[in-house]
């Protein structure tokens, strides 16, 4: 090999193996930092980009599972008013019939026409009362019911019926001019409150059934959700430990490029001793 003080062969080796390394650490701790294997286009454009897809779905569900939640918020309080109701019709009924009594004296049936008066009003203010987030399935205001996002892609909905227990209704016939103050009376509001009793319990099977459905698509949402995060962690995620053993061995191999690269940069030293006087 030609000893020149131009050009230092070894050292420039060395000096290239030195930068790889250092490339290599870089890479290694960007890995490190984000947990990421993967973690902009350049390092795999093809797995970056499905990666990103898949994140992209996950951000959707996430508002689809926003629109879930508040179906089963608003199908809860529906249910929860419309079981109201339908106790309520219990204890009318219970009234009407006390009413169909003929021995009863004028004051008792002016008091059972009370209590029934009570309840009819106790009745409306459940069926208007039964809102969350403005919206009220019960009271008549929704007519064609609501939808709620199913998919994220949002070309699926999910549906909850509305259904109109308000009085003076097809479901529920009872009026506010309703009263049990003869027998005669009390014979017809009977005809209709069992009717009224029937169409409203079916309602509430109803409200329940699609409330049902939600919660089950929702369950199924977040399983989906949680199954493309673990989808894109098996491309993207870094191997932590893997990482680990590999920066401690490029650790060594920069320590051994410096000190090689610190010889071959000595060398030159050697043409001094050719010039030496004797």
Known sequence: MTLSVNTNQPALIALQNLNRTNDDMQSVQTRINTGLSISTAKDNAAVWSIAQEQRSDMSALSAVKMSLDRATSIADVALAGGESVSDLL?????????????????????????????????????????????????????????TFLADADATQAITL???????????????TTDDILT?????????????SMTAVNQAVGNIGTQAKQIEAHNSFVSKLSDVLETGV???????????????QALQVKQQLGAQALSIANSA?????????GG
């Open 161 to 175: 019926t509305a259904q109109d227990l308000s009085l003076g209704g097809t479901i529920n016939t009872l009026t």
């Open 90 to 146: 219990k204890l009318l009924r219970e009234k009407v019939v006390a009413a169909k009594d003929t021995s009863l004296t004028t004051s008792s049936r002016t008091s059972l026409n009370a209590d029934f008066q009570g309840l009819i009003k106790n009745l409306d203010q459940v069926v208007k009362s039964a809102v969350f987030d403005g919206a009220n399935l019960l009271n008549g205001s929704q007519t064609v019911g609501m």
């Open 233 to 247: 962690g098996n491309l993207v995620d870094a191997d932590l430990a893997k990482e680990s053993a590999r920066l």
């Open 183 to 195: 027998p005669t009376n009390a014979d017809a509001v009977l005809q209709r409150l069992d009717a």
């Open 268 to 276: 030159p030293q050697i043409i001094l001793s050719l010039f030496k």
